[in-house]
């Protein structure tokens, strides 16, 4: 039996989730073979390249938007977990409290170290060996960076009298994330080089403890790669979330007052008014007969939009609206803690996911042996 043709006005209705005042509709994927007899779902590699597409909103080094369209939501979900659990990291795992006197206990103090996110030449930190089941008990030079904080607080002698100022009273009476010293070992410094290269906290501005005059803190602490599977230190990015791009629909006419209150409902940029032209007044059944240079409410830009259902609650507008998110297009945002740029980043969780199928294939392979 020859398959059933379905029409792209069928096939975008499909794609559309529906938001109720109330409810959610429509939300299970239905493009797989049997869903919808007669028709022919089975997956096409040719059909997958040419209605993929990825469009870049920003690209700051650090901070990236960017949308997939035309993929399932299962793919997309695996890229997120993949950024935030399974992209190797820099991160302290071990301190040694050689002498601690500030009020921050050693164990808190510690805490706030592994937190710290830290940065340096990206060829080097991929040099380094992520040894997922820690086999080794001796630190290397390929798998762990030392980074030492010895300081100590002093007077002032040169303060003002009357001064109250702690900064201004004391030599190092806050700690920072910049005093923390890199101490390169083996090949470390090849692979590290000066000056930007070198391990550092991605913010230098990062308060650790705050000192009094004869309080001190010497510390010796080593680093090594790790996920963010085993802990949130590990996790390469910020945030890494998306979110499916958001469709309106004006299905009959919002003029006057009425336009007005429903581009509030909205964020700005979301809703225009615009003016009813000649033309749109004289068509029969358009809504628009005899309102001709009044305003109606036109979508200018969803993509804004954060479906907050606001219009939805208003009588006003029943029937009038529909409010949607398309299932396929998904609109990501990833924000890196400064080790990796972002779009690298998500680079990397295609390319982890793509070891995992292989993985998944050759096991497979070794089943049906």
């Not at 607080?153 to 009357?162: D, F, H, I, L, V």
């Amino acid at each position: 039996m020859p398959s059933i043709t379905v029409s792209q006005a069928e096939t975008d209705k499909r794609k559309i989730v529906g938001v109720n005042a109330e409810t959610v509709t429509n939300v299970t994927s239905t493009d797989f073979p049997g869903h919808y007899p007669g028709e022919d779902h089975t997956w096409n590699l040719k059909q997958f390249k040419d209605s993929f597409q990825v469009k870049f909103y920003k690209n700051d080094r650090y901070d990236s938007s960017f949308s997939l369209v035309g993929i399932d939501a299962s793919i997309a979900n695996a890229f997120r977990r993949i950024l935030l659990s399974e992209i190797p990291t820099l991160a302290a795992e071990h301190v040694f409290v050689h002498n601690n006197t500030s009020i921050v206990q050693d164990e808190v103090l510690s805490h706030r170290l592994g937190l710290v996110p830290l940065t340096g030449s990206t060829a080097g930190l991929k040099w380094l060996r992520f040894d997922k089941d820690r086999v080794s008990k001796v630190a290397t030079d390929w798998d762990t960076v030392i980074l030492l904080l010895r300081i100590e607080c002093t007077k002032n002698k040169g303060a003002k009298p009357g001064e109250d100022d702690p900064l201004k009273l004391y030599h190092n009476a806050h700690v920072y994330a910049r005093h923390l010293q890199w101490t390169p070992v083996g090949r470390q410094k090849d692979m590290f080089p000066e000056p930007d290269g070198i391990i550092r906290p991605t913010n230098p501005d990062i308060l650790l403890a705050k000192l009094r005059p004869g309080q001190a803190i010497d510390l010796e602490i080593h680093c090594v790669m790790g996920l963010g599977a085993d802990h949130a230190k590990f996790s390469p990015v910020a945030t890494a979330s998306y979110r499916l791009l958001p469709t309106i629909n004006i299905v009959k006419p919002i003029l006057g007052a009425d336009a007005k209150k429903f581009a509030r409902c909205f964020p700005k940029g979301v809703i225009a008014l615009k003016e009813v032209t000649e033309e749109e007044a004289q068509v029969v059944g358009s809504g628009y007969e005899g309102h001709a240079g009044e305003k109606k409410a036109v979508v200018v830009n969803a993509f804004k939009d954060t479906v907050s259902r606001e219009c939805l609650r208003h009588d006003e507008f029943a029937g009038k609206v529909k409010l949607g998110r398309v299932r396929d297009h998904f609109i990501f945002s990833v924000e890196s803690t400064g080790q990796y740029d972002s779009d690298g980043l998500f680079l990397e969780s295609v390319q982890t996911l793509r070891v995992k199928c292989t993985d998944l294939k050759r096991d497979l392979a070794n089943i049906m042996r």
